[in-house]
């Protein structure tokens, strides 16, 4: 059985660039999430490399849904094809920690993650490790702005902090 068993039109990044292909819109762009990269995907740079230009968005959790800078996800490897394909798009934090509640139970989420975590500081924490990683890197990406407010977990283009 697959991770969800809904989900069997699109799961890689050669199937999402087929699909763009195919239906030839300029304004269709690939999502790619780190979480179901690291299921799908043979390489995870490779894919971002295949997204290339059509990268539109771009999400960012742990291989066991944490925040970024929690688990082995290639973090550099990404930010650095992340760079080398000049993406300008939205970096979004989703990690699933908590069970319950409507999203809980729709991705499977049976337990707490990090319990007794303090949640926003967790978040911070992350942010500020995307954020060094982005720095030590002499990230180029041209307007990339880390919003460290925790409510929102968004590394969005327009300033470089």
């Given at each position: 059985m697959r991770f969800r068993d809904w989900l069997y039109l699109i799961n890689t990044c050669?199937?999402?660039?087929?699909?763009?292909?195919?239906?030839?819109?300029?304004?269709?762009y690939a999502h790619?999430?780190?979480f179901h990269m690291n299921i799908e995907e043979n390489s995870m740079s490779g894919a971002i490399l295949a997204a290339g230009s059509r990268l539109g968005h771009f999400h960012v959790g742990e291989n066991n849904r944490k925040p970024p800078g929690t688990g082995f996800l290639p973090w550099r490897e990404m930010v650095q094809a992340l760079k080398k394909?000049?993406?300008?798009?939205?970096?979004?934090m989703e990690p699933f920690v908590?069970?319950?509640?409507?999203?809980?139970?729709?991705?499977?989420?049976?337990?707490d993650l990090m319990p007794d975590a303090?949640?926003?500081a967790e978040a911070v924490k992350s942010l500020q490790f995307l954020r060094?990683?982005?720095?030590?890197?002499?990230?180029?990406?041209?307007?990339?702005r880390i919003?460290?407010?925790?409510?929102?977990?968004?590394?969005q283009g327009s300033d470089l902090c």
């Open positions: 050669d199937e999402v660039m087929s699909y763009i292909a195919d239906v030839g819109s300029p304004v269709l790619l999430d780190t394909i000049d993406y300008q798009g939205q970096i979004v908590l069970s319950g509640g409507t999203i809980g139970r729709e991705i499977s989420v049976y337990r303090d949640l926003d060094n990683l982005l720095y030590d890197l002499g990230s180029e990406i041209r307007g990339l919003r460290t407010n925790p409510a929102i977990l968004a590394i």
